[in-house]
């Protein structure tokens, strides 16, 4: 499956289950389309703003300095909680909090995943 093609198949996939937990949720769909900082995902549920990068892939990969700035800055405006979650092949979500991705240089591996991941209950029950 193409690139593109995944993340949006994982993006649509997550906007569905958050919606199914109750959350007004949009996607905002931007590959470089818009100027403007924008995540993936923005789901807001009585109060509440999530915040959501979505990526498909194995961990070991990096977030971009740019990415991880735009989505510093959306989170600053909105006053949303920020998450990067990542769509793993034949094992389902993990989520982590921007902050720690931040803290840690934007770098995902497999340890640093399995240290700092939570499923998506932990996520919307906060």
Known sequence: MKTYRKGYV????LV?????RGWAVMRAPRS???SIPSPDIVA????RVLIIEVKSRVAGF???KEQMNELAEYIERS????????KLPYKGWKFIRFE?????GGNVGKKFLDEKSLDLEEVVSN
Do not use: F, P, T
């Open 62 to 64: 990096q977030i971009r």
């Open 79 to 86: 006053g949303g909680e920020g998450y990067i979650a990542l």
């Open 44 to 47: 807001i549920k009585s109060g």
């Open 10 to 13: 994982a993006e649509n996939q």
């Open 16 to 20: 569905h289950m958050l919606y199914e």
């Open 32 to 34: 470089g389309k818009i």
């Open 100 to 104: 720690d991705v931040l803290a840690n």
